[in-house]
Structure formats: structure tokens, C-alpha cells
């Protein structure tokens, strides 16, 4: 394999690229609508209950990381079905463990925005 040379008109396009990505991340994968659609909640609560910079940057983390977890997701759920359209056990094997990926990511935001929520929101409704 040839090594390739730095150049910067390639990482430009390596950005133009990953947007696509997000793009259709966002606008075709309908896990993903709601994931966002929960993000825009929790940082519209977050903002009203003024968080901190520190719990800013862990609602940031798990929204990135649940994002880019479905994306990782997809792509995998993409991948087997063009590899075979045809029922496969590995490939029921490799969607169930990517789909149990983000689950466990959703799953452990929540407790996390459980964590710097339930504090603010008791304090404002006592």
C-alpha cells in the first residue's frame, strides 16, 4: 500500500465528508430524530436552570457520544444489510450488539441527566 502524502485540500474534504455524514445522520435515521429532539430538551432545561460548566461539558459528552453512537450504529445496520438481504444469524448478531451499544449509552445519559437534573428541579419546585 502507497503512503499517501499530507495535504490539506484532502482533510478539508475529509470535513466535507463527515458532514454528509451528520447530515444524513440527522435527516434519515429516525433513532436519531429522537435523540435529537431529547437534546434540544435537555439543553433547553439546562439553560433555564442554569448549569454549571462542568455539567454542561457532561451533557455535551453524552450527547455527542449517544450521536455518535447511533451514527456508528447505522452505518453498521447500512453495511449488513447491503452485505445480504437475506436473513444472516452474524448479521442479526452484529445490528443486536450496535443497537445494544447505544441503548447502553441512552441508558447511561439518562442516569447523568438524572444526576444534574433531579437536584435543580427539586431545589426550584421546593
Known amino acids: 500500500m502507497e503512503k499517501k502524502r499530507f495535504s490539506l485540500v484532502a482533510r478539508a ?14 435527516g434519515r435515521e429516525h433513532n436519531a430524530w429522537i435523540h435529537c429532539a431529547v437534546a434540544v430538551c435537555v439543553i433547553v432545561v439546562g439553560g433555564l436552570l442554569g448549569l454549571s460548566t462542568l455539567e454542561w ?5 453524552c450527547i455527542g457520544a ?3 453512537a ?28 450496535a443497537a445494544g451499544a447505544v441503548l447502553i ?11 444534574i437534573f433531579v437536584p435543580k428541579l427539586i431545589v426550584v419546585l421546593s
Open 57 to 61: 461539558a457532561a451533557v455535551t459528552l
Open 105 to 115: 449509552l441512552a441508558v447511561m445519559s439518562v442516569v447523568v441527566g438524572l444526576l
Open 66 to 68: 449517544v450521536l455518535a
Open 70 to 97: 447511533e451514527g456508528i450504529n447505522s452505518a453498521i445496520e447500512a453495511l449488513c444489510d447491503r452485505v445480504s438481504s437475506e436473513y444472516d444469524e452474524a448479521i442479526k448478531h452484529a445490528k443486536d450488539l
Open 13 to 26: 474534504r475529509s470535513f466535507k465528508y463527515a458532514g454528509r455524514g451528520i447530515a444524513r445522520l440527522i
